[in-house]
């Protein structure tokens, strides 16, 4: 199995204890489903590290059970049996179920435009094994930022996008995505709106966007200076999985910093790119650490 | 001259200094109107002991000062002759002022509904000395917080207003609000919209409410709902002075805090009282303290 | 079984679903123990409402595991049983364990000495039911709160300590709260150290206190003139269990609030009053909704 | 005069008009002195952009001013008469003043030794306009971060220091200090104490540290590993001025972030590196930007 990597708290305790996998299961409420889970990956020699489980008895039709199971794969023999039992209790309790073996890590495509800081510090945070990740590309509109990709030394694309050429330019970006078998995608400020083809090919929840502002407040463009009119002493930023309804998919993590009159529209924006980098790395964090499970409109982010 | 009485940190340092008194500038930024409020303090035996200057250049269609100066006046033997000084300087250089001798407190009317975390929030900080005011009289449509109100022996006055007897039951609430001389009214999570006729009778920001949501997040009612449905990750509350435009008024302050998918609609409410009553609280401290000045739509709001 | 009660989230929401009890453990890391855990529950009719489990690889000599599993007893027919095979599984596994129905609300005593602002929150906590506890007595070595007491009836006794009585009192103290059967005391800014005697009797993690300090800075008394005197910018509040050393026992919750050169140390103490009863409240809910597991000098505080 | 430069909210918003220096006064608060210098620096055809003024009270022996006057220096014909002036003032009242006409950015030399994170910030910031200085230099002990440095063509310079070559090499690293005209050194996680000869060459308050702790708690190494063990809930990072008492210096900025018992100390360690970097940065920008006064022991840092 792969070597050790560093993405979260207990990997890094645990160095010597071998690798670590993730069973999410998320479903309709049934009695047992928990015990039978702990238990078949117990019979399989797998160890459990942590785990947390949460029912959501205001859903509907039905109440709804979200878990998490960190485990310790190190006395598996055959993984294939495990994932033979795990879909017998998909059948057996009516839910889904995804087994992470953790053991390749997953490729992030990283999508720009102009603005640097929040690839300067994607960068940074995987550099420092802060991110469980590989970058293999970063695709940008523009040529501004080669000068980042070309500081880690990974490849940039330039897809100059115009209204007349957006379809087309978008394929050849899904072409490139697709040959490089990446799993996220990352809109770090990419200043385009997705079509909808582009969208539907990574709807599982795999394409992540940062939005600056705190939504559901200031939608749309130039977040800031909408905040700044309104006269608001807080500004918030939003990271959240892009879907067809433009700024409305489930929300990953949210924060906001303190404004006051002393600050314009300048230091909105420049106080904004401290916010909006944090919050994005938070929440790729808590994707790659399979930490988010989606339901309708909304994330459970467990902790890691 | 009045008693020390505890509202601002410097008082209550300053404790054997004497009384302390506000002087606020706002209007067109002219060279020369800071030196010249400092002078006429100075030359009329006022000694500054903090003050606060801001010019905003993104103002139109000039760039506007905003200044607040806290002074001793201890020195001072005459008080009408420096407000002659002042009325001077405003005609010269085309600005309002206002003074504050601060040796009576400000009068506050607390209008509720039935929640009373904001009521006791704010009589029991009155109490501590920690809001430099009198509060006189409780107003309510509802019987149900009369113990608060008869645990601090405060006269409260229930008007149970239906939309036949709004407008009748309001001219009976203004008509007890003019007799108690009362400076500020706060809306403690009281569940009418006030009238047009009600807002312009305290239009010169002296109405203060409470927003349950991250103001312009969430307008309207059940805004904790609508926040819950949307699946945040954090929820806030805003206070701002009330405005014909509902919700619509220069916000004062705002804070958030955290939520998770553990917490249901009930959460929220219950973690919004706590937000909202120290929201409410610093808002009104700062109004209080002559620490706010208001243009346009918005709130400079200076440190006291 | 007893009537809902509101202390969490959960048990709001699940209101019509009937009680919810805990089972925690603390033992020995070994393989099987959440797979028995779970599935001794299911066994016997209860359904897991949510759990958490962790395991500190860093602890020594051996890993530990912290495990807290919420159930709904609904289906159980017979508490022994499970009773039974939970200290079954104590000695198979070599852990400890503890089962809490929650069919009762556990009985809080609160010391108090002078200041009244922790004793206010926590009653005003407790009737709006965030705090699922009975608070049946405040013992004081002062009057001064007496009338707080009295604005909730409850019976409020005096015990002026001086050295020579102190070992005297004391024991007059315990009698009234042993008389009581108190499960939990709250130093409520009780400014009194407390014999080895006294801790000793609820040693058991059933003493929290709140220091006025971001520990372990500024030990001891007058902690936020020593923060002062060092001109530090944030202070801070500590909820923790009492122990045989003072300020050292296992730290259940903190927080911090900006502080500014503006602030003298009468605002420290000010601003530290709303920290402190923030802090307490929070430690003392996560102790009722049994969401603290101690081991050695540190607790595991797992999210209700 | 110099070109506009991007370092504090006010210089962005007025660009066209002008640069801006300030005058700083620190000394026994005297009637007049307010008036004072806000009409001297209007006499001579400098406007007021903003300005902060407080007394402190509770200064032994006498009451201290505080005073960061932000001016628009351009109807100024000759600085140097100005100059004198403020002498004069000087004299007069008794005072210590400073005046920074900033039409030049102030250098800045970064000691590093193998830790990256607040390198890279500080670099980052400088490069986005948010530091308002040159770095014309790094220096380390080690060649490590030789590559961060090259990123942004920045000389850097290695002096490996042993307890036996220490007052050797830190002579060479002054010499090049000194040849390069650095007005401020920034200790960026340098894992070397600096010897006092060192220090008394800086001791005006030009060199700032960043301490991986929420100073006072946790003095010197390990300060993660010490707090781990003490099972604290948030941890802290404080910039402050090194002075000949290690980590006793006056504290310009502080801040913490939540930990849990998930995190082990390699996790302390990874979330002080996103609070360090910004505590750091918060601090060079008040200083850069003229905000702090030192007095004894304590930093006064007003806003921008």
């Known amino acids: 199995m792969g070597a050790f990597r560093h993405s979260s708290s207990l990997q ?6 071998g690798d670590r996998a993730t069973l999410r299961v998320l479903g309709p409420d049934r009695k ?17 590290v942590s785990s947390e489980h949460y029912t959501d008895y205001s859903a509907t039709p039905h109440s709804m059970l979200f878990q998490r199971i960190l485990f310790d794969p190190e006395g598996l023999r055959d993984r294939s049996e495990v994932k033979t039992k795990v879909q017998e209790l998909e059948r057996k ?34 550099q420092a094994k802060e991110l469980d990740c590989e970058i293999p590309l970063i695709i940008s ?15 940039y694309y330039v897809f100059p996008v115009t209204p007349e050429t957006k379809l087309e330019q978008e394929q050849a970006q899904l072409a490139l995505i697709e040959a490089h078998d990446i799993d996220v995608i990352v809109l770090a400020r990419y200043m385009q709106v997705l079509s909808k083809h582009f969208l539907s090919r990574y709807a599982d929840s795999q394409i992540i966007n940062i939005h600056h502002s705190f939504l559901p407040a200031f939608l749309g463009g130039r977040a800031y200076h909408q905040a700044h009119d309104r006269g608001v002493k807080l500004i918030g930023a939003t990271a959240h999985y892009a879907t067809l309804d433009l700024d409305q998919g489930p929300i990953i993590a949210q924060d906001v910093v303190a404004v006051s009159h002393r600050d314009g529209p ?14 994005l790395v938070r929440a790729l964090q808590a994707h790659l650490d399979q930490c988010v499970l989606v339901y309708n409109t909304k994330c459970v982010v467990f902790s890691d």
Chains 1, 2, 3, 4 share one sequence.
């Open 12 to 17: 890094r305790v645990a160095k010597q204890l």
């Open 32 to 48: 047992g489903i928990v015990a039978a889970c702990s238990d078949l990956l117990n019979r399989h020699g797998c160890s459990i």
């Open 93 to 126: 309790f009516g839910v889904k179920t995804k087994i992470d073996w953790r053991d390749k890590s997953p490729k992030v495509a990283v999508l720009v435009s102009k603005h640097d800081h929040c690839l300067w510090e994607l960068l940074l945070r995987q």
């Open 141 to 155: 509109n523009h040529e501004n930022l080669r000068h980042v990709a070309d500081t880690f030394q990974i490849p």
């Open 266 to 279: 300048h230091d909105f924006v420049r106080k904004g790119r401290g916010l909006e980098r944090n919050v």
